[in-house]
Structure formats: C-alpha cells, structure tokens
T-cell receptor
Framework: RKEVEQDPGPFNVPEGATVAFNCTYS??????FFWYRQDCRKEPKLLMS???SGNEDGRFTAQLNRASQYISLLIRDSKLSDSATYLC???????????FGKGTTLSVSS | EAGVAQSPRYKIIEKRQSVAFWCNPI?????LYWYQQILGQGPKLLIQ????????DSQLPKDRFSAERLKGVDSTLKIQPAKLEDSAVYLC???????????FGSGTQLSVL
C-alpha cells in the first residue's frame, strides 16, 4: 500500500462547479497534513494546511478524518485559474520530510 | 525575499555520463531537501539536510547519487553514472522549521538519452 494515495483524476469541470478531492494515508501516526498546488511545469506551492477541525480559505475547504486516515479538499465555484495538479501531502512526524501523493489534475473549462 | 535558487534549469546528457545540480536555499533556512519528480508522479524525497548534517537519505540510490551541503548553506546533488530512468525534475526545497511549509526552487529538468 502506498503511503499517500489520491483519486486518480483527471477531473474536468466547468467554471462554477464544486469539486472534491480525496486522499488516504497509511501511517496512522502521521502528524501533519497539507494540500500543495502545482501548476504545469512549475514547482509545488503550499495551498493550505489540514486540521482535524477542518479549515476553510475562501473557496477552499480542507478536512481531516484521523480515524479513517482520510483527507479531503473541496473547491467551490471553480475558476479557470484553479486548473492545476493538487498534491496531498503528509508529514510522518515533526522534523521529517513531507511525503507527497501522486497528485490529482483539475482542469476547469469555460 | 529571494526564493530557492537552482541551476541549471535544463540538462540533457547521455546515459553513463555524470551530472551535478546546485541549490541555494532561502537565507536562514536550516533544512534543505532534494526531491525527484518523475513525470506524472508526486515529488519523492531523495535526501534531507539539517544544516550540514544528513537527516534522511534512505531513498537516495547511493551507488550513483551523492549530495552534500558542506557549509550548511548551498547544496549539490550529483548523479554518476546516469541511467535512463533518472530522467526527471530534481526539485530543491528549504524550510525554516518543522512547519510543513516547504519553499521549492524551479527545479532542474534532466533528460538522459
């Protein structure tokens, strides 16, 4: 089983749609969780951290379910500029390197 | 604030040749990472430095890959000899602490022919 698994994608949605990405992780002792965004031929950039209580940043909502070892990202009112690959990222413990999922590609069309 | 600097941006070599990549992290960032990203995959850690010491190199193919960060600032990653399967983007990242926020450089795209 891979350490971080994501929906295979790609997701092709029209502008204004709501889209959800899911991710599972194998190490139940994992400490921290994140979503990174990677534009085509660019480097990954932190989108948001994920907390057990859930957190929201504008149109983006991230959720963590530790019992199910499941992370989600919800994007509401999709924009063309949201087109990118979304990487689910897990930190096994403080001070260790981040483990990245394979990524899910989102394409938003007009 | 200057970001993570990497060079070269692109490199094309033939198999069995050697290649080196350079990275200068954000000033003051103690932790430096090298990741390998194969097309269609997520970044995979090769090595993590804390200052000039190695924290994790468990996934570094040590028979052909080496990395150093001698003065705890910039770092070099070397491949010798290169194989076809080493074709990938090599990303350097740095962080100021265990916050999960990594700052990545633009990467070096390596093609091994």
């Amino acid at each position: 089983r891979k350490e971080v698994e994501q929906d295979p994608g790609p997701f092709n949605v029209p502008e204004g749609a709501t889209v959800a990405f899911n991710c599972t992780y194998s190490n139940s002792a994992s400490q921290s969780f994140f979503w990174y965004r990677q534009d085509c031929r660019k480097e990954p950039k932190l989108l948001m951290s994920v907390y057990s209580s859930g957190n929201e940043d504008g149109r983006f909502t991230a959720q963590l379910n530790r019992a199910s070892q499941y992370i989600s990202l919800l994007i509401r009112d999709s924009k063309l500029s949201d087109s990118a690959t979304y990487l689910c990222v897990v930190s096994p413990q403080a001070g260790t390197a981040l483990i990245f999922g394979k990524g899910t590609t989102l394409s938003v069309s007009s | 604030e200057a970001g993570v600097a990497q060079s070269p941006r692109y490199k094309i070599i033939e198999k069995r040749q050697s290649v080196a990549f350079w990275c200068n992290p954000i000033s003051g960032h103690a932790t430096l990472y090298w990741y390998q990203q194969i097309l269609g995959q997520g970044p995979k850690l090769l090595i993590q430095f804390q200052n000039n010491g190695v924290v994790d190199d468990s996934q570094l193919p040590k028979d052909r890959f080496s990395a150093e960060r001698l003065k705890g600032v910039d770092s070099t990653l070397k491949i010798q000899p290169a194989k076809l399967e080493d074709s990938a983007v090599y990303l350097c990242a740095s962080s100021s602490g265990p916050t999960g926020k990594l700052f990545f450089g633009s990467g070096t795209q390596l093609s091994v022919l």
